[in-house]
Nanobody, 121 residues
């Protein structure tokens, strides 16, 4: 099937930057939308940013102007560049990939296991 692995999380001071990566691998025929969600302790999972196969992007209001989502089709990878990080950005960040598997039917959504981002002085 499809494996999705996030990386790049860690501890950063307020105002700092991190770049998250999410790589999809396996029997992939085609990838469509890719996106980042996050979940802070005691809160619901929320959309951070999404990008379509055509490159259109969508951001949560709370991260507009600070975060940038991008993708590398050749590597089946989506990135999240996070600048101007705030303590409120602390959360586990999850990636999903909408993909079609070789030899199999409709688009399915595949989630990664998440990567922790902690913003603290």
């Amino acid at each position: 099937q499809v494996q999705v692995v996030e990386s790049g999380g860690g501890l950063v001071q307020p105002g700092g930057s991190l770049r998250l990566s999410c790589a999809a691998s396996g029997s992939i025929y085609s990838i469509y939308a890719m996106a980042w969600y996050r979940q802070a302790p005691g809160k619901q999972r929320e959309l951070v940013a999404a990008i379509t196969s055509g490159g259109s992007t969508n951001y949560a209001d709370s991260v507009k102007g600070r975060f940038t989502i991008s993708r590398d089709g050749a590597k089946n990878t989506v990135y999240l560049q996070m600048n101007g990080l705030k303590p409120g950005d602390t959360a586990v960040y999850y990636c999903y990939v909408d993909a079609v598997v070789v030899g199999a039917g409709p688009i399915r959504r595949y989630w990664g296991q998440g990567t922790q981002v902690t913003v603290s002085s």
